[in-house]
């Protein structure tokens, strides 16, 4: 399944995938892999991931509104993050600024960094930490 039709919410996501693969000066082909896995999985082919990644949009804008895309969006740059088995100063940065970005409480941003790295470590999934923070 081919979607043409990416939103700019999703053309941003993907732009901060390749930010954050890119922050730790360090792109590893396991970090690429996960950035097309991630889109296929969204129904998005390689070829129109190309395409946002060659055209980038201004996206400082664009941020997610509900806390399940919130959540969605930060699992996804959390496993681009631990892809090599490894959190650079630079990456670990890039999760607290993100955070801060979607609106979470300045004093609670490390914690929530904290907490999706420890997840991701440990193979929990989207649903189960949505799950964890509503609750």
Known sequence: MENNQITENLKAHFLRLYQMAICDDDFSALELKMLYRCAEE???????????????????????????EKVDYLYDLTVMIWADGVVSPNEYSAMQKYVLMFG???ENVTAIVDYLIEAVKIGKNKSEILYELKN
């Not at 969204?42 to 201004?58: Q, W």
């Open 104 to 106: 979470f409480l300045e």
């Open 42 to 68: 969204r129904g998005i082919s390689s070829k129109n991931l190309d395409e946002v990644l060659l055209n980038p949009i201004n996206i400082k804008s664009l941020v997610p509104k509900t806390i399940e």
